[in-house]
């Protein structure tokens, strides 16, 4: 029985292992299940991941793809309002070119019932004028007056002395000898006889070889010597009417109309090249025709080339893609990288010019006639405004946007003059007395005071080097010192009136194309001057600088008011940021010779020769800086608050503050109370000479000489 009972409680055992067995076995399938299952999900998981890995690399390449395309939107944007503004320029040069052929019938008319003949008075104020020229030109050399004498003991010994046909060479050289002859002739010359003698020959010979060779073989420069010479022959000669037309004939066949301007291909630049022909040449035909022609000579004034050379020398404002002079004298020529206009003199002063084979006939004949499109009135009143007499040197950015300011300029009668000068429409000043010179530019809303260069990544700094000295920099220039050009921006880092931040140039990035475009310059910047008796330079300024990021905001706002007189140099600079924890650096002084004072400072430290502005959110620094002309510093009350700048001289008071209706106008009030104040300037910034406007009831007509708006019918102060 024990051994049954035993047997029992075995197979009672084993049955639970069984059973045990059967649930791990289950137990293990399960897990085996679970452990397939885990695993389909980490392949699940890995090839989502996957997905994942190529789908944002996906968005990557779609986000490089957007971005090419919105570059390529802008890029296309860009050159679509580029031609857009092409249509529109060729637009308006079709309709000035139909308004000019409406007006040239009536005009025509007009002058030919003034006259039929060319009026002697004129011939001689021409050769007058051409006599006034004449120390400017230079004469004939100690070799040319053997040549001159070779020839005359040819002529006397051999009356059939004769050129080659064939040396057309030989002949134009003869004709540029010509020319410095008569000059001499024209001047009454102790050698008159003798050089007449040798300019009657050449002009034989001249018809002689173009009877039997043609002028098939003449190219410009031929052109431009022998229609010169033959032009000038018979203004100073006085041949007879006979012989006159036959010289006539022969300028006309060499230049059968005036020459036009070409229009420049809108990725070139400004070439000189373009001038060339129409400087050189319009002058003989014009003469030629005065003198043989009237008719044809009305008919050439009034002419499209004429009128188009005019609108781009004396232009109201502005031509878009082209280089053009504006009635106030400021320049501009189109950027080579860039494709834009910005300001440049010395294309003009020195290129233009320097084409100009007979300067000193040109002037004559256009300024005694009073022809359009004169380029001499044109240059001379450019260097009238932006030079001194004394002191070659140009305000810093007005020859190109490198450190160029050395010009020696010597042409014609051409001269710098005294005294307090503006061009509103760029934002210049300059105040000339016979020992010193300051000039400045602000900038004004659309007129880039330069056009930064394309820069290599990580050399915006070295590209665009003087960005910030042409736009900052104020200095005196005296006549008892030399000059030289700033090769890098170590040579002008301590000129005065330089903000700098951590001793590098601001305002250079490259993308953007203007140096102060694209970041804020405000509309109520302004320059302007009191009145020729009370001699007063002064502006104000605000725009917007980046000091190194502007991604992040490291931006400041400057405003500068200033004044300049005899005394010299009194501004009030202002500075405001969004940001803390940055400093500028302002250079107040620098010359031993000078006497300099810095006062009223806010937020700033003064250092040896250094101003440090401080620059911190929600308060502003500001100081006070006057840089004197002689060994006194003289203070004029120079003030500045709530958008009006105030100061006092020769016992007057006087407010400077924009109109409320257009900011870019300002009001100049005199009066030393409430009851004596009246407004009695008002200054823009357009470039028109000849304009009149109309505030508070009263016509305000522009001065050109100060270009500033004076009350019409009252007495002048």
Known sequence: NEHDRLDGQISEKNKIIDKLNTRIMKKTNEHDLIDDDLS????????????????????????????????????????????????????????????????????????????????????????????????????????????????????????????????????INLCRLGIKSLRSINDNDSNSRKYRQFVDFIVQEVKRVTSSSGTMNFNEDSIISLTTFLSMYMLVCSTSQSDNLKYHQLIIQLIPRIPSIPIPELTSGSSEKEYSAILNLSTPRLLSNYINNYHDYIYDINSIELSKLNSKINSVDGIAFSDHIRQDSSAFVVHSERHVPYVNYSFYLEKVVNVMKFPDLYASVYSVLDIPGNFYKAVNRIVTTIMHPKIEVLLHGLNDNYGKINLKFNWLDVKGQIGCYLIPSIGFGIFKTHQFMFSLRIPMHNIPLSVLSFCQKGREFRCNKFVTSILNLRKIYTTDEEYSDYNDFNDIINETGLLLYHNTAMNTFEKHVYSNIGHKTFRTNYVGQLTEDNQVLFWKRSNEAICDNEQKGNTYTVTEVGMFTFDGLEAIYTFSSEENSRTLLFKYENNPKMNYQVTDIINCEQDDDDILIILTKDRQSSFKWSMSTNNTITSHNLKFANGTQTFTYNGYNYEIKNMDFDETYFTVTRGNNSSSKKVILIGNNSSRLNDTIHYNGKDYRRNSRTMMYEKINTNKH
């Open 40 to 171: 389909e999900k980490m392949q699940t998981v890995k090839d989502l991941l996957s997905q994942i890995s190529d789908l944002t690399n996906e968005c990557h390449r779609i986000d490089e793809f957007i971005t090419n395309k919105m570059e390529t939107r802008e890029h296309i944007n860009s050159q679509i309002k580029r031609k857009s503004q092409e249509c529109t320029r060729l637009d308006s040069d079709i309709n000035e070119r139909l308004e000019v052929l409406k007006r040239l019938n009536n005009s025509i008319d007009s002058k030919l019932q003034q006259g039929t003949s060319s009026d002697s008075k004129k011939i001689s104020n021409i050769k007058a004028k051409l006599r006034s020229l004449r120390s400017s030109i230079p004469g004939l050399s100690s070799e040319e007056e053997q040549t001159i004498n070779n020839h005359i003991s040819h002529l006397n010994t051999s009356p059939y002395y004769r050129i080659s046909s064939s040396n057309l060479s030989e002949i």
